[in-house]
C-alpha cells in the first residue's frame, strides 16, 4: 500500500515557474514507476509524465516537453515536477500516480495508487 500526498500549487504568471512534489510513504516507494497527470475543468485527466524506479528513464507528454522534469528522490520518498515557461493551458489540478510495471504508462487506468491532486493555475 502506499499513500501519496501533493504540495508545491500555487498561482503563477504565465512565464513562470513552479515545482510540485509528491511524498510517498511506505517502503518499496523504489519500486514504484512514478507519474504525474492533471485535469483541467470540464477535461479529461490527461498524463503528463513519468518516471522509471531509479529515475534513470523519463517520458513526457507532448505538450510539456521541454519545459518539464520529472525527477525523484528515493531516499526521500519523494517525486518531483518542475515546472518552467508555465502557460495559462497548463492550469490544472495535478496528481502524481504510482503503479508497478516495468513500462512508463500514460494511461491513467493503470496506475494504482493516487495523490488527492494539488492546484497550478497559471494566469495570463
Known amino acids: 500500500q502506499v499513500q501519496l500526498v501533493e504540495s508545491g500549487g500555487g498561482l503563477v504568471q504565465a512565464g513562470g515557474s513552479l515545482r510540485v512534489s509528491c511524498a510517498a510513504s511506505?517502503?518499496?516507494?523504489?519500486?514504484?514507476?512514478m507519474a504525474w497527470f492533471r485535469q483541467a475543468p470540464g477535461k479529461e485527466r490527461e498524463f503528463v509524465a513519468a518516471i522509471n524506479w531509479s529515475g534513470d528513464f523519463a517520458r513526457y507528454a507532448d505538450s510539456v516537453k521541454g519545459r518539464f522534469t520529472i525527477s525523484r528522490d528515493n531516499a526521500k520518498n519523494t517525486v518531483y515536477l518542475q515546472m518552467n515557461s508555465l502557460k495559462p493551458e497548463d492550469t490544472a489540478v495535478y496528481a502524481c500516480?504510482?503503479?508497478?510495471?516495468?513500462?512508463?504508462?500514460?494511461?491513467?487506468?493503470?496506475?494504482?495508487?493516487w495523490g488527492q491532486g494539488t492546484q497550478v493555475t497559471v494566469s495570463s
Open positions: 511506505g517502503r518499496t516507494f523504489s519500486s514504484y514507476v
Open positions: 500516480a504510482a503503479g508497478v510495471f516495468a513500462a512508463l504508462r500514460v494511461d491513467a487506468k493503470e496506475y494504482d495508487y
